[in-house]
Every structure is written in structure tokens, then in C-alpha cells.
């Protein structure tokens, strides 16, 4: 008889790991959960044992730089949800998926057919790529196992990427026009200088202004772009820094208390958070383990924490209304509204309205916030060129006065 090596949560809290003879991968997984356990991880112990020495995918720190897109992220689970399904096993999809995804994608494919072959779980294997799959993605997936709901599982997830990716080029859009509003602002302030260079003995209006144009290009040369250049060298490295793992905990609090980002994020931790949930209640999970996976679905490790230390009252009876109000996420009313679904038992329901109003709140508040990104970059830019012009008419009628009053002049 085969013999599965697993990694799984016990009921109190702890971990367990060991081995354990089964029939097949889902006989283990019914004796497992017959013992109260939570399976993280299970796999052939010989398959197991002779990819101890393979090396996992680590983080790369250019990753940030050129990220898999999130359309081909979707497309990913898009097509492993439609072939599972339609009852073809993860080895069979893995394989088939590999000549319709390309990229780095295609080395994941790749080894997941090999590693569902072997019995090993699809979240598991998932993990193995930190950098092209988040937390939340892993989370889903094995929510997804431990629930039987593997292609609902896949379609949250192919909608969470699809909304990405709009998001993504909403956010490229915008910076493409602030760039464009903005450039003014940094261009135009310096005219006025090109007056105070200007040859005054010159009777040919081009040559008195060709020392003034030498000039404001010697300015921008040596005084603006070096200014842009480190600008856009802090910003990548920003970037970097906040995608290392360390900066993880920094990162999600950061996401929570910004005044425009934390709206969209706070939107998209109750989509993910109600949804998984949702999965997890109909799979008539024990509210307690079904609150910890959900609150790892969340992909923030702040509102996770506080999820996590809000399901230990649930396995004394306690209320998931009061779980929620400890998130600082969701308002009063939400609050209330699941409040009462548990009084009523439509706690399923409840979920599913709640997951799909915060799927509408992201979708309005990008809108909103798009339309007043550019409008706020019109208006600085506009603000940026009328002091410039004010500051250059200054010194324009300035440079005439000095004009005149200069002893070469000649009425």
C-alpha cells in the first residue's frame, strides 16, 4: 500500500507532520480529516523523499521589475478550472496546459504535472513559485482542495486577476496622463531664466535669444534630469524593496492606512475574504479552521492576524459577526447584516451578497478614483504653468525695463 507523507494543522492550533499508508492520495485525505487535521501538504513519501534535493522557486529580485502579467494569470486558471472541471485529473491539465500557456508560466505547467503525478497537491506546488503566485492565490487553491471546489476555486481566482489586470492598466493610463500633465511642471518653470540670458546688444531677435536658449539647455541638462533620473532610480528601487518577503508585515500596513490605496485594498480584502469563506461554508468546513483559511485568502497578514486571533472564540461558540468587526475592514452595517444571517442560518447567502457588493464597490471606486487622479494632475499642472507664465511675463517686462534703462540704448 502506498504510503503519503503529509504536513496538517491540528485542531488546537498546532502542527503535525508524519506519514501515513493509504489506498490513494483522496483514501489519505478522508483518514486525515477523519482525525480533526487540516492538510497543508500531502504527498507520495518516495516522490516526496527523492525531490528533497530539487530547488524551489525563490524571489527574485528583479521579478518586480517584469512581473507575469495578471491577463496571463488568468488565463492560467481560466483553463485548469474548465478541464477540472470537466473531470480531467491536475496531472492530465498540467500537461495539456503546457502548450497553451508560454513564458515562465510553461516551466510551472511543466513541473506540475510531474508533481501532481506524484500525488502532491496543487496549492503546494503553487507555493513553489512565491514570485508569480501571492499568498492569496495559494491560499484559494488549497481552500479549494480541502473544500472539493477546486474549479470554483480556479474561477475566483481567474476574476481576481482579470481585475488586476484592469487595474493595472487603469493605473498605466493614469500615469501616462500625469506624466504628460505633469511634465509642464517641471519643464516650464524655468523659462523665465532664458530672459535674464538674453543678449541685449543683439539687433536679430534670433541672436539675442540664442545665449538664453544656450543656457535654459544647459539648465536641463545638468539641473533637471539628474533630479528625474534619481526620481525614477528611488522609485524602482522602492519598488524592489517593498516586494522582498521582509517587507511584507510594512507593505500590508502601509496598504491599509494610505487615503486613496487603502479604499481599493480594504474592497479587495472583503471580495477575496467573503468569497473564500463562502466556499468554505457550503464544504460545511468548522467555522473556525473555515475563518484561518479564509483569513490567509486575504493575501494581508495584518487583517489575517487579526482574523487569526478572532477564530479561536468560534470554537467555543462564538459569534463570526464579531470576527469581522475585529478586521477594521468592514463597516457597521456589513457587520450587522451577517449578524442576522447567523441568527436566520443564511450565512451562505450573507457571504455571497457581501462578496459581490465589495466586487462592486472596487469596480466604482477604480472609476472614481482614475477620474480624480487625472483631474487632480489637470489642475496642478495648470496651477505649475500660470505661476511659470506669471513669473516669466515678470521678468520679461523686468529684462525690458533694464533694456532701457541701459546706457547703450538708442531711441
Not at 506624466?179 to 534670433?206: E, R, Y
Not at 526620481?231 to 508585515?249: D, Q, R, S, Y
Not at 507664465?389 to 525695463?401: D, E, H, N, P, V
Request: aromatic share 8%; hydrophobic share 45%; charged share 20%.
Amino acid at each position: 500500500m502506498p504510503v503519503f507523507r503529509y504536513e496538517a494543522r491540528t485542531p488546537d492550533g498546532g502542527s503535525e507532520a508524519g506519514e501515513i499508508p493509504a489506498k490513494n492520495r483522496g483514501h489519505a485525505l478522508v483518514l486525515l480529516r477523519a482525525r480533526g487535521l487540516l492538510v497543508d501538504v500531502l504527498a507520495d513519501a518516495k516522490q516526496a523523499q527523492a525531490r528533497q534535493g530539487e530547488p524551489r522557486g525563490r524571489h527574485s529580485l528583479l521579478y518586480p521589475l517584469c512581473p507575469v502579467r495578471a491577463s496571463s494569470l488568468a488565463f492560467l486558471f481560466d483553463q485548469l478550472g474548465r478541464l477540472l472541471s470537466a473531470g480531467v485529473t491536475p496531472h492530465e491539465a498540467f500537461g495539456a496546459m503546457q502548450e497553451r500557456v508560454g513564458g515562465r508560466l510553461r516551466r510551472v505547467c511543466r513541473e506540475g504535472a510531474a508533481a501532481s503525478a506524484s500525488g502532491g497537491s496543487i496549492s503546494a506546488h503553487l507555493a513553489r513559485y512565491p514570485s508569480y503566485f501571492g499568498p492569496h492565490a495559494i491560499a484559494i487553491m488549497h481552500v479549494g482542495e480541502i473544500s472539493g471546489a477546486l474549479p470554483e476555486a480556479c474561477q475566483e481566482l481567474q476574476h481576481q486577476f482579470e481585475t488586476d489586470q484592469r487595474v493595472a492598466w487603469h493605473m498605466l493610463i493614469l500615469k501616462t496622463y500625469l506624466l504628460i500633465n505633469l511634465l509642464p511642471c517641471v519643464f516650464v518653470p524655468s523659462f523665465p531664466g532664458m530672459l535674464k540670458h538674453i543678449d541685449q546688444k543683439a539687433t536679430i531677435g534670433w541672436e539675442a535669444l540664442k545665449p538664453g536658449l544656450a543656457w535654459y539647455g544647459q539648465h536641463v541638462l545638468h539641473a533637471i534630469v539628474p533630479w528625474l533620473a534619481a526620481a525614477f532610480a528611488v522609485w524602482l528601487v522602492g519598488k524592489v524593496v517593498l516586494a522582498l518577503p521582509g517587507a511584507t508585515g510594512f507593505r500590508d500596513r502601509l496598504s491599509l492606512s494610505l487615503p486613496v490605496i487603502s479604499g481599493g485594498s480594504k474592497r479587495t480584502i472583503k471580495a477575496r475574504f467573503t468569497r473564500t469563506l463562502e466556499l468554505l461554508t457550503k464544504a460545511a468546513v468548522p467555522p473556525d479552521q473555515a475563518l484561518k483559511e479564509a483569513a490567509l485568502a486575504t493575501g494581508n497578514s495584518v487583517v489575517a492576524a487579526r482574523l487569526a486571533g478572532a477564530a479561536a472564540p468560534l470554537k467555543q461558540g462564538g459569534r463570526m459577526a464579531d470576527a469581522f468587526r475585529r478586521t477594521g475592514v468592514f463597516n457597521p452595517s456589513e457587520v450587522s447584516l451577517l449578524a442576522t444571517a447567523e441568527q436566520t442560518g443564511t450565512v451562505e447567502g450573507a457571504l455571497s451578497q457581501l462578496a459581490s457588493k465589495a466586487r462592486q464597490e472596487r469596480g466604482d471606486f477604480l472609476n472614481l478614483a482614475s477620474r480624480g487622479g487625472c483631474m487632480g494632475g489637470l489642475i496642478v499642472s495648470a496651477i505649475c504653468v500660470v505661476f511659470a507664465a506669471a513669473a516669466g511675463w515678470l521678468t520679461f517686462y523686468r529684462t525690458i525695463f533694464a533694456i532701457f534703462e541701459s546706457p547703450d540704448w538708442q531711441p
